[in-house]
């Protein structure tokens, strides 16, 4: 007989940005919270403390903060026609493991989603008509609009003491910032961050092209700030450790460095690590959540029973669960039927690197969300009459990621070893630059998320199985980019130049990015979606699922903005109304 | 620009009034010795406090899981991959053979942050290593089966073969000509060059990377420091002595933004201390 524990109002399942947020909320709101963390506790004092919290082997190469696929992994394929296999290494994504999750190593680039993509579908039938879209395209719109999202947004923001500048304020177009962006109420929390060399050729050279660069919007902040919760972040040092890193300086927006220190000392709200949650529990009518089951940390099994239950893991963990749980139908690529499961997408990309002889850009410099971007290829901010595809990306110039195992670009037709090698590495080490897109992924009917037949977890559960490739959207667009980075990149006169197109096909081999969604995808009508746009879950009101598994697609930009601000819209919602009258909340 | 960050930036930065910048002592390095090729790693002197833990001294390296024969063939492969030449050492010369060895006896070697479980199958490119194979157990079969092809085909090791035709046998690993049946060439022999870089430019307290090579040839400083002040010196060269972990662990002396650094986040974390009670 497991053991049960005292019931609560609310359980966490994981502990990171979105448990971080509905706990502080809900706890304020007077209800009782516990947090189930399948991972660590750690704090920035003492676990991320100089100088070995900066050791590259450790940490970005032999995944020191990321989930451990021995306990936990997922399976993947390309299609339905193989047979998946386990991702036996983490490599193309890294999910985080332990307090703060993903929040922790992220970079830190922080944006709102353009208006335009939240009427994805329906904006691109209206201008381009219905057959841009494809037969086996399903992206939707998203259910809310971005007027929704902009005071949530907002909030994340000073949450985070986001650094960066407007470009779009009170309906008012400033250049220096992104003029694309949504319109936003106020600027800021803080100032950019000082940007690099490279940044100043790139900014110029886009600008004399006529297009908008703005220094893009950064966690990492340009200088100490109180936030909203009167938690003290300190100021960005530029040390060039941040992704796969965790910050010393107090100075990236995470779990630890905006909401543990008060949630720590709130007495409503209880932490529990090391503690594994295997599956939700329903009751006998199948619509309502009694709670969950775990292992605690010697792996015996505990019932915590729950009025409400929250997903708050990773997007991919959280969709693990519902499938585990039996919550909601699993999606049938073969019938398009089902909903858990369906549409999950990712991030595509298009890269350049860049050659110069004889300059110091001093790439180990910088953060990990120091960017220069532009915006002018991105969503619907280009008129995509006859491109025969729909969506892009943002394109961003960074520094602060160059740290040597992972990062000494050569020429193309240097040889990958020897003296030539070598003598290339010194040569270009500090003497190149990349830029890059972090572009859409649509929804297609092929791809989705399901529980493997074959491969088991550490807990005999059934691995999750990622069926994935890219569809005619991020391929058709990185085609069309190539021909624009082709001229960005001679507009920066490098001594030469490589441009590296999307893959042919998806591969979990080689860092990508760990930006994947949908899954459990919102929506306002329970036959498209998993969740409503308050994050619960159709069939079972009380269980809400958060996280970037709610995406109906990918956008051309970083998550976490929107994740961050889709939590506090649920948190909103669940302390003025739904404690009044629990239901589904329309 | 200046080169100095003012007592108020500083105050600023930290967001706490009560900071003022301490200048490490300086201490001492001895050598330690090293196997043959390999040059020695630097240690601290004496540092430890009265009945702290003492230093390493002079306790020789050994290699832990690579045989004898098996060294041999590691510390000439890795010194072809990265050749000691006009600019600079090169992989033997940085223990990177060491580095390896020490690699495959803990975690990495053993996979013991991999997906273990079966069936073992051939899988896509795209779907990654589905070798039933731990790291350490490809390096042995790997080895073993190279040497059997320079047996083969110049009935001699690999070690004692010319450079020009290590290369050779090297570049046939690497194309996919030469042929293993029981461990993918090409698979050993990309592990082999990703460990060998990373054991080039990894932090020296690995035991590779010795008296900072891989990242004097670059000019890479090393572990973080504080750069706020320094980002926009535009198309200024920057040059340090590289720090290393133990550098600043140790309190050796180091670049004045390494020091600002460290000094910088003990004081971010006594103020959490102080957050946190």
Redesign the interface.
Same mark, same amino acid.
């Given at each position: 007989m497991p053991k049960t524990m005292k019931p609560v109002d609310a359980v966490m399942i994981g502990v990171g940005w979105t448990g971080g947020i509905l706990a502080r909320e809900l706890t304020k709101a007077g209800l009782n919270v516990v947090g189930l963390e399948r991972g660590d506790f750690r704090? +920035?004092?003492?676990d991320f403390?100089?100088?070995?919290v900066?050791?590259?082997?450790a940490y970005a190469? =032999?995944?020191k903060l990321f989930q451990?696929?021995?306990r936990d992994?997922l399976s993947?394929?390309?299609n339905v026609r193989? +047979?998946?296999?386990?991702? =036996?290494?983490f490599?193309s994504f890294l999910p985080g493991d332990g307090l703060g999750g993903a929040g922790v190593h992220w970079n830190g680039l922080t944006w709102r989603f353009l208006e335009s993509e939240f009427k994805l579908r329906s904006n691109s039938i209206a201008k381009y008509g219905a057959a841009v879209l494809g037969e086996d395209c399903t992206s939707q719109d998203w259910g809310i609009t971005y007027a929704d999202l902009e005071p949530h947004y907002d909030r994340f923001e000073y949450l985070c003491g986001i650094s960066g500048k407007a470009g779009h304020l009170n309906g008012k177009k400033i250049a220096g910032g992104n003029v694309f962006e949504g319109s936003r109420k106020r600027e800021y929390p803080n100032p950019p961050l @000082?940007?690099?060399?490279s940044q100043?050729m790139f900014r110029k050279a886009m600008s004399d092209a006529g297009l908008h660069p703005f220094i893009a919007p950064s966690a990492n902040t340009s200088?100490?700030?109180?936030n909203t919760e009167g938690?003290? *972040?300190?100021?960005?040092?530029?040390?060039?450790?941040c992704e796969r890193f965790s910050c010393? *300086?107090?100075a990236k927006g995470s779990l630890q460095t905006t909401l543990l220190?008060i949630l720590?000392k709130e007495p409503k709200f209880e932490l529990r690590t090391n503690s594994h949650v295997l599956k939700i529990n329903v009751d006998s009518t199948g619509k309502k959540a009694t709670g969950v089951t775990y292992l605690d940390p010697s792996g015996n099994e505990v019932v915590q029973p729950a009025d409400m239950v929250f997903l708050t893991a990773f997007s991919l963990n959280n969709v693990h669960l519902l499938l585990l749980s039996g919550i909601g139908k699993p999606y049938d690529p073969a019938t398009g039927t089902g909903i858990i499961g369906k549409n999950y997408t990712y991030q595509a990309g298009t890269q350049a690197t860049l050659f110069y002889e004889g @300059?110091?850009?001093?790439q180990? *410099?910088?953060a990990g969300s120091?960017s220069m971007g532009i915006d002018d290829y991105n969503g619907d901010n280009f008129d995509h009459s006859g491109l025969d595809f729909i969506g892009g990306g943002v394109i961003i110039q960074s520094?602060g990621s160059?740290?040597?195992?992972l990062y000494?670009p050569v020429p193309k037709g240097t040889p =990958?070893?020897?003296?030539a090698? @070598?003598?290339a590495?010194?040569k270009y080490?500090?003497s190149s630059l990349g830029f890059n897109a972090i572009a859409s992924s649509q929804a297609y009917r092929g791809n989705y998320l399901d529980l493997d037949p074959?491969?088991?977890n550490e807990q005999g559960q059934p691995l999750m199985r990622m069926t994935f490739d890219w569809g005619k959207h991020e391929r058709k667009y990185s085609d069309w980019l190539l021909g624009r980075f082709d001229t960005m990149a001679k507009s920066l006169n490098p001594q030469s130049y490589t441009l590296n197109a999307l893959s042919e096909?998806?591969?979990?081999?080689g860092y990508q990015s760990t930006h994947n969604n949908g899954g459990a995808i919102m929506g306002t009508d329970p036959a498209h979606s998993a969740v409503n746009t308050y994050m619960q879950v159709w069939d079972v009101p009380n269980v809400f699922s958060m996280g970037a598994s709610a995406f109906p697609q990918n956008a051309g930009y970083n998550p976490t903005g929107t994740v961050g601000a889709l939590a506090y819209r649920t948190a909103e919602a669940v302390t003025k109304r739904y404690i009044k009258n629990p239901g589904l909340l329309t | 620009m200046s080169d100095h960050v003012s007592r108020k930036d500083f105050v600023a930065i930290i967001g706490t009034a009560t900071a003022a910048v301490a200048v490490p002592t300086a201490a001492g390095a001895a050598a330690v010795p090293a196997p043959a090729g390999m040059a020695p790693m630097e240690m601290a002197a004496n540092t430890a406090q009265p009945g702290g833990m003492a230093p390493l001294g002079n306790e020789p390296e050994a290699y832990t899981y690579f045989t004898e024969p098996e060294a041999t063939f590691i510390e000439a492969a890795v010194e072809r991959l990265i050749p000691t030449d006009d600019h600079g050492p090169g992989a033997r010369s940085a223990g990177v053979a060491f580095f390896i060895d020490q690699q495959l006896l803990g975690a990495f070697g053993t996979a013991a942050k991999t997906y273990r479980g079966g069936p073992w199958g051939v899988g896509t490119p795209m779907q990654g290593y589905q070798l039933r194979q731990t790291p350490a157990e490809v390096y042995r079969q790997g080895i073993a089966a190279t040497e059997a092809y320079c047996n083969k085909t110049y009935q001699s090791r690999f070690a004692e073969l010319t450079a020009a035709q290590q290369d050779d046998v090297l570049k046939g690993l690497d194309a996919g000509t030469i042929k293993f049946d029981i461990v993918p060439a090409k698979t050993f022999f990309e592990m082999l060059l990703q460990n060998t870089v990373e054991g080039f430019f990894a932090d020296p307290q690995y035991g590779g990377n010795r008296n900072k090579a891989g990242w004097k040839l670059i000019g890479f400083p090393g572990v973080a420091a504080y750069y706020a002040d320094k980002i926009t010196d535009y198309n200024k060269a920057y040059n340090v002595t590289p720090v290393s972990i133990a550098d600043v662990q140790q309190g050796l002396p180091v670049a004045e933004g390494h020091q600002l650094m460290h000094h910088m986040a003990m004081e971010n974390a006594k103020r959490l201390d102080e957050v946190n009670q």
């Open positions: 704090n +920035t004092n003492p403390l100089t100088p070995g900066h050791d590259e082997l190469v =032999r995944n451990n696929p021995a992994a993947f394929r390309n193989e +047979t998946a296999l386990p991702i =036996r290494q490599s @000082k940007h690099s060399y100043e200088q100490a700030y109180k938690v003290q *972040m300190g100021a960005c040092a530029y040390c060039g450790f010393e *300086m107090s220190p720590l @300059k110091h850009f001093n180990y *410099m910088g120091l520094t160059a740290r040597p195992i000494h =990958r070893w020897g003296a090698w @070598k003598a590495v010194a080490y500090n074959t491969y088991k096909h998806n591969s979990v081999v | -």
